[in-house]
């Protein structure tokens, strides 16, 4: 950040249709947000100069979040209250931004300022005998790997119902997608993570997921 800049932290709610985004498709979502809202955008320097922006973990897609961030770098001062009134303005509903707040130059980076994530599974029947799998096959550039969900899960899984609690931890060395646990423990079900069409008639009795949802997030 350079001198005379000012950076704020949006954090933002992604649900309904628009958990259907790629994590490239919400970063231009939000920059689209940021130049309606008329906000005094700072830009790189360089041949193709853009829009100082950066964003938090990425969600897979069929995930959606609650407490979602990303950050914006500014030229001049605007009071959060006012920043946040033209963000909400600009943004659709789906995409809402709930609150904006000034940073420092120390606080952590939006990519790696929350490495706990806590997610919200909801399936279409009760989840007790859903087991979490010592080890899952996952493929990475072309290559096959293992990982061992105990090395990510930060406590024990919550079950109440149709719907199960969990934390998962991103490490330097690597992260384990919500969304792969989840099919992992529905013992690699061929239908797609998330149903999208909940009024369709159900042809099997296997339990399915209703949506997934990252509902927090924290530094440690």
């Known amino acids: 950040m350079m001198e005379g800049e000012f950076k704020i932290r949006v954090t933002y709610a992604m649900r309904g249709r628009l958990v259907m985004l790629s994590h490239l498709e919400v970063a231009r979502a939000l920059e689209r947000a940021v130049r ?5 955008f700072a830009v790189t320097q360089g041949f193709s100069p853009h829009m100082k922006l950066a964003f938090g973990a990425a969600l897979p897609v069929g995930v959606g979040g609650d407490h979602e961030i990303f950050d914006v770098t500014m030229t001049e001062y605007v ?12 943004s659709p509903y789906d995409l809402m931004p709930e609150s904006v707040e000034y940073i420092t130059r120390e606080v952590k980076a939006a990519s790696v300022a929350y490495p706990f994530g806590t997610y919200r599974a909801v399936f279409d029947g009760p989840v007790d005998d859903l087991q979490v799998p010592d080890s899952i096959t996952v493929i990475r550039k072309k290559k ?40 992992a423990m529905l013992d690699g079900a061929e239908d797609g993570l998330v149903n999208t ?3 369709a008639a159900r042809s099997d009795t296997r339990l399915h997921v209703v949506s997934l949802m990252r509902i927090a997030q924290r530094a440690e």
């Open 36 to 40: 309606r809202a008329d906000l005094p």
């Open 79 to 90: 009071n959060p209250d006012e920043a946040l009134r033209r963000l909400q303005d600009a």
């Open 144 to 183: 096959e790997k293992q990982l061992r969900p105990a090395d990510f899960l930060a406590g024990p899984i919550q079950k109440n119902g149709n719907e199960m609690l969990f934390t998962l931890e991103a490490k330097p060395s690597g992260s384990l997608r919500p969304d792969v646990l989840v099919n």
């Open 197 to 199: 069409d909940l009024g």
